[in-house]
T-cell receptor, first 109, second 114 residues
Protein backbone atom coordinates (compact mmCIF):
# COMPACT_ATOMS: atom_id res chain seq x y z
CA UNK A 1 0.00 0.00 0.00
CA UNK A 2 0.89 3.63 -0.13
CA UNK A 3 1.92 5.39 3.03
CA UNK A 4 3.11 8.78 4.13
CA UNK A 5 4.31 9.28 7.71
CA UNK A 6 4.64 12.56 9.56
CA UNK A 7 4.76 13.32 13.29
CA UNK A 8 1.30 14.15 14.61
CA UNK A 9 2.30 17.21 16.61
CA UNK A 10 5.38 19.32 17.32
CA UNK A 11 6.03 22.25 19.63
CA UNK A 12 8.61 24.98 19.10
CA UNK A 13 9.49 28.41 20.46
CA UNK A 14 9.01 31.72 18.68
CA UNK A 15 12.24 32.74 16.94
CA UNK A 16 13.62 29.20 16.86
CA UNK A 17 14.06 26.67 14.02
CA UNK A 18 11.95 23.54 13.54
CA UNK A 19 12.27 20.61 11.16
CA UNK A 20 9.20 18.59 10.18
CA UNK A 21 9.98 15.19 8.69
CA UNK A 22 8.04 13.19 6.13
CA UNK A 23 8.77 9.65 4.99
CA UNK A 24 6.90 8.01 2.16
CA UNK A 25 6.34 4.64 0.53
CA UNK A 26 4.39 5.06 -2.68
CA UNK A 27 3.94 3.30 -5.99
CA UNK A 28 6.30 5.49 -7.95
CA UNK A 29 7.34 9.06 -7.32
CA UNK A 30 6.70 12.15 -9.37
CA UNK A 31 7.23 14.92 -6.87
CA UNK A 32 6.57 15.97 -3.28
CA UNK A 33 4.55 18.91 -2.02
CA UNK A 34 4.34 20.70 1.30
CA UNK A 35 1.17 22.59 2.15
CA UNK A 36 0.30 24.77 5.13
CA UNK A 37 -3.15 24.63 6.68
CA UNK A 38 -4.28 27.00 9.40
CA UNK A 39 -7.08 25.75 11.66
CA UNK A 40 -10.44 25.99 9.93
CA UNK A 41 -8.91 27.05 6.63
CA UNK A 42 -7.91 25.49 3.31
CA UNK A 43 -4.46 24.07 2.59
CA UNK A 44 -2.15 26.46 0.74
CA UNK A 45 0.94 25.57 -1.28
CA UNK A 46 4.37 26.00 0.32
CA UNK A 47 6.92 24.08 -1.72
CA UNK A 48 7.58 21.43 -4.35
CA UNK A 49 10.55 19.06 -4.72
CA UNK A 50 11.13 16.58 -7.52
CA UNK A 51 14.94 16.36 -7.50
CA UNK A 52 17.17 15.55 -4.54
CA UNK A 53 18.38 18.49 -2.55
CA UNK A 54 17.28 21.62 -0.78
CA UNK A 55 14.83 24.21 -2.06
CA UNK A 56 14.89 27.50 -0.17
CA UNK A 57 12.09 30.04 -0.14
CA UNK A 58 12.49 32.79 2.45
CA UNK A 59 12.15 31.41 5.96
CA UNK A 60 11.01 28.04 4.63
CA UNK A 61 13.17 25.33 3.04
CA UNK A 62 12.30 21.85 1.85
CA UNK A 63 14.66 18.93 1.37
CA UNK A 64 14.21 15.72 -0.59
CA UNK A 65 16.07 12.40 -0.73
CA UNK A 66 14.37 10.11 -3.22
CA UNK A 67 16.63 7.15 -2.43
CA UNK A 68 15.59 7.32 1.24
CA UNK A 69 11.94 8.20 0.61
CA UNK A 70 12.41 11.17 2.89
CA UNK A 71 11.70 14.87 2.98
CA UNK A 72 11.75 17.60 5.58
CA UNK A 73 10.37 21.10 5.86
CA UNK A 74 12.59 23.54 7.74
CA UNK A 75 11.06 26.66 9.24
CA UNK A 76 13.43 29.36 10.49
CA UNK A 77 12.82 32.41 12.70
CA UNK A 78 9.50 31.01 13.80
CA UNK A 79 6.61 33.42 14.19
CA UNK A 80 3.32 32.91 16.00
CA UNK A 81 1.52 32.93 12.66
CA UNK A 82 3.43 29.75 11.71
CA UNK A 83 1.17 27.83 14.10
CA UNK A 84 -0.62 25.55 11.65
CA UNK A 85 -0.70 22.03 10.27
CA UNK A 86 1.86 21.11 7.64
CA UNK A 87 0.82 18.53 5.07
CA UNK A 88 3.21 16.39 3.06
CA UNK A 89 1.88 14.99 -0.24
CA UNK A 90 3.50 12.78 -2.88
CA UNK A 91 2.55 12.45 -6.56
CA UNK A 92 2.60 8.73 -7.34
CA UNK A 93 3.16 6.87 -10.62
CA UNK A 94 -0.44 7.57 -11.69
CA UNK A 95 0.03 11.30 -10.96
CA UNK A 96 -2.36 11.06 -8.03
CA UNK A 97 -1.56 13.10 -4.91
CA UNK A 98 -1.19 10.93 -1.79
CA UNK A 99 -1.55 12.95 1.40
CA UNK A 100 -0.02 12.53 4.84
CA UNK A 101 -2.19 13.17 7.90
CA UNK A 102 -0.32 16.38 8.64
CA UNK A 103 1.84 17.70 11.47
CA UNK A 104 0.29 20.20 13.86
CA UNK A 105 2.92 22.77 14.79
CA UNK A 106 2.39 24.71 18.00
CA UNK A 107 4.49 27.85 18.51
CA UNK A 108 5.01 29.08 22.06
CA UNK A 109 6.16 32.60 22.94
CA UNK B 1 -10.10 36.74 -9.19
CA UNK B 2 -11.87 34.64 -6.57
CA UNK B 3 -9.88 31.41 -7.13
CA UNK B 4 -11.87 28.42 -5.87
CA UNK B 5 -15.16 29.00 -4.06
CA UNK B 6 -17.48 26.55 -2.33
CA UNK B 7 -21.07 26.74 -1.19
CA UNK B 8 -22.37 26.26 1.39
CA UNK B 9 -19.77 26.82 4.13
CA UNK B 10 -21.71 24.89 6.78
CA UNK B 11 -24.58 22.44 6.66
CA UNK B 12 -26.38 20.13 9.07
CA UNK B 13 -28.33 17.21 7.62
CA UNK B 14 -30.42 14.44 9.06
CA UNK B 15 -29.66 10.85 8.12
CA UNK B 16 -31.20 10.04 4.76
CA UNK B 17 -31.42 13.62 3.50
CA UNK B 18 -29.72 14.65 0.28
CA UNK B 19 -27.69 17.69 -0.65
CA UNK B 20 -25.36 19.10 -3.30
CA UNK B 21 -22.12 20.93 -2.68
CA UNK B 22 -21.06 23.40 -5.34
CA UNK B 23 -17.50 24.21 -6.30
CA UNK B 24 -16.56 26.93 -8.77
CA UNK B 25 -13.16 28.06 -10.06
CA UNK B 26 -12.26 31.03 -12.23
CA UNK B 27 -8.70 29.99 -13.16
CA UNK B 28 -9.69 28.02 -16.26
CA UNK B 29 -8.28 24.83 -14.74
CA UNK B 30 -8.95 21.52 -16.44
CA UNK B 31 -8.68 19.36 -13.34
CA UNK B 32 -10.95 19.48 -10.33
CA UNK B 33 -11.11 17.35 -7.18
CA UNK B 34 -13.31 16.67 -4.20
CA UNK B 35 -11.66 15.64 -0.92
CA UNK B 36 -12.85 14.92 2.56
CA UNK B 37 -10.73 15.66 5.62
CA UNK B 38 -11.28 13.88 8.91
CA UNK B 39 -9.36 14.33 12.19
CA UNK B 40 -6.11 12.38 12.26
CA UNK B 41 -6.34 11.42 8.61
CA UNK B 42 -4.93 12.87 5.45
CA UNK B 43 -7.03 14.37 2.71
CA UNK B 44 -8.87 11.57 0.95
CA UNK B 45 -9.90 11.88 -2.68
CA UNK B 46 -13.60 11.24 -3.32
CA UNK B 47 -13.97 11.96 -7.04
CA UNK B 48 -12.11 13.99 -9.59
CA UNK B 49 -12.54 15.35 -13.10
CA UNK B 50 -10.01 15.74 -15.89
CA UNK B 51 -12.20 18.02 -17.95
CA UNK B 52 -15.70 19.19 -18.72
CA UNK B 53 -18.10 16.26 -18.96
CA UNK B 54 -15.71 13.74 -17.37
CA UNK B 55 -15.55 12.33 -13.85
CA UNK B 56 -13.66 9.51 -12.15
CA UNK B 57 -13.66 7.74 -8.79
CA UNK B 58 -11.06 8.43 -6.18
CA UNK B 59 -10.12 6.60 -3.01
CA UNK B 60 -13.48 6.89 -1.17
CA UNK B 61 -16.30 7.34 -3.75
CA UNK B 62 -19.09 5.31 -2.12
CA UNK B 63 -22.15 7.34 -1.16
CA UNK B 64 -21.19 10.29 -3.38
CA UNK B 65 -21.87 11.32 -6.95
CA UNK B 66 -20.39 14.16 -8.99
CA UNK B 67 -21.03 16.09 -12.17
CA UNK B 68 -18.95 18.48 -14.27
CA UNK B 69 -21.35 20.00 -16.76
CA UNK B 70 -19.36 23.22 -17.08
CA UNK B 71 -15.58 23.55 -16.94
CA UNK B 72 -15.69 25.99 -14.05
CA UNK B 73 -18.10 24.00 -11.84
CA UNK B 74 -17.80 20.67 -10.04
CA UNK B 75 -20.77 19.42 -8.01
CA UNK B 76 -20.66 16.82 -5.24
CA UNK B 77 -23.92 15.10 -4.33
CA UNK B 78 -24.93 13.04 -1.33
CA UNK B 79 -28.08 11.11 -2.18
CA UNK B 80 -28.79 9.67 1.27
CA UNK B 81 -26.56 11.16 3.94
CA UNK B 82 -25.10 8.99 6.69
CA UNK B 83 -23.37 9.99 9.96
CA UNK B 84 -20.11 8.57 8.54
CA UNK B 85 -20.19 11.38 5.99
CA UNK B 86 -19.77 14.00 8.70
CA UNK B 87 -16.56 15.69 7.60
CA UNK B 88 -14.99 18.78 6.10
CA UNK B 89 -15.16 18.73 2.32
CA UNK B 90 -12.61 20.55 0.18
CA UNK B 91 -12.74 21.20 -3.51
CA UNK B 92 -9.50 21.81 -5.40
CA UNK B 93 -8.42 22.56 -8.94
CA UNK B 94 -5.19 22.37 -10.92
CA UNK B 95 -3.99 23.21 -14.40
CA UNK B 96 -2.10 19.95 -14.81
CA UNK B 97 -2.39 16.32 -13.81
CA UNK B 98 1.30 15.58 -14.29
CA UNK B 99 4.11 15.70 -11.75
CA UNK B 100 3.81 19.42 -10.98
CA UNK B 101 0.13 19.44 -10.18
CA UNK B 102 -0.16 22.17 -7.56
CA UNK B 103 -3.72 22.17 -6.36
CA UNK B 104 -5.64 25.26 -5.30
CA UNK B 105 -8.21 24.70 -2.61
CA UNK B 106 -11.58 26.20 -1.79
CA UNK B 107 -12.40 27.29 1.79
CA UNK B 108 -14.19 24.04 2.63
CA UNK B 109 -17.69 22.93 3.63
CA UNK B 110 -18.23 21.66 7.14
CA UNK B 111 -20.98 19.01 7.01
CA UNK B 112 -22.62 17.38 10.01
CA UNK B 113 -25.00 14.45 9.56
CA UNK B 114 -27.16 13.66 12.57
Amino acid sequence: GQNIDQPTEMTATEGAIVQINCTYQTSGFNGLFWYQQHAGEAPTFLSYNVLDGLEEKGRFSSFLSRSKGYSYLLLKELQMKDSASYLCAVTDSNYQLIWGAGTKLIIKP
Amino acid sequence: NAGVTQTPKFRVLKTGQSMTLLCAQDMNHEYMYWYRQDPGMGLRLIHYSVGEGTTAKGEVPDGYNVSRLKKQNFLLGLESAAPSQTSVYFCASSSSDRSYNEQFFGPGTRLTVL
